[in-house]
């Protein structure tokens, strides 16, 4: 069964402008145009978007997509993906500190914060003005 982008688009759960995105960044494969003009998606295409969806929900990147979509295509084990998401484990890990690092700082100066007086007197923004690191 062929489609057309707008039905790509509605099944996939996403709107025109990324099934066209998908397309420039190579994610998705351009399709054939009818004598009309029209182009022409494979059914395909609707599970490929939902997988692209699917993994940027999971934290991967379009590049890393890319990566696991080739895999998908290649005769490598899946050792390969599973190293792909074991480094994705560790990047998510990294920035949960990070994120938790900026909320304890935040907490910290918002406690100093009586809420009152003129924002130019803020110690919220006078610590982020500061010349020390925030810590």
Do not use: H
């Not at 993906?81 to 480094?87: F, Q, S």
């Not at 994120?99 to 809420?115: D, I, P, Y």
């Amino acid at each position: 069964m062929s489609l057309r982008i707008g039905q790509v688009a509605e099944r996939g759960g996403v709107n025109l402008q990324t099934i066209r995105y998908y397309e420039r960044e190579g994610l998705l494969p351009s399709p054939p145009r009818l004598q009309s003009g029209y182009r022409v998606f494979p059914e395909t295409a609707v599970r490929r978007v939902r997988f692209i969806k699917r993994a940027q929900a999971l934290g991967f990147s379009l590049s890393e997509i890319r990566d696991l979509l080739s895999l998908r295509l290649t005769e490598r084990s899946s050792w390969d993906v599973r190293a792909l998401a074991e480094a994705k484990i560790t990047d998510i890990e990294e920035k949960i500190r990070t994120l938790g690092a900026m909320k304890e700082v935040l907490s910290r100066l918002t406690a100093q914060c009586a809420g009152c007086g003129p924002a130019s007197e803020c110690p919220i923004l006078e610590s982020i003005d500061s010349e020390e690191a925030l810590r």
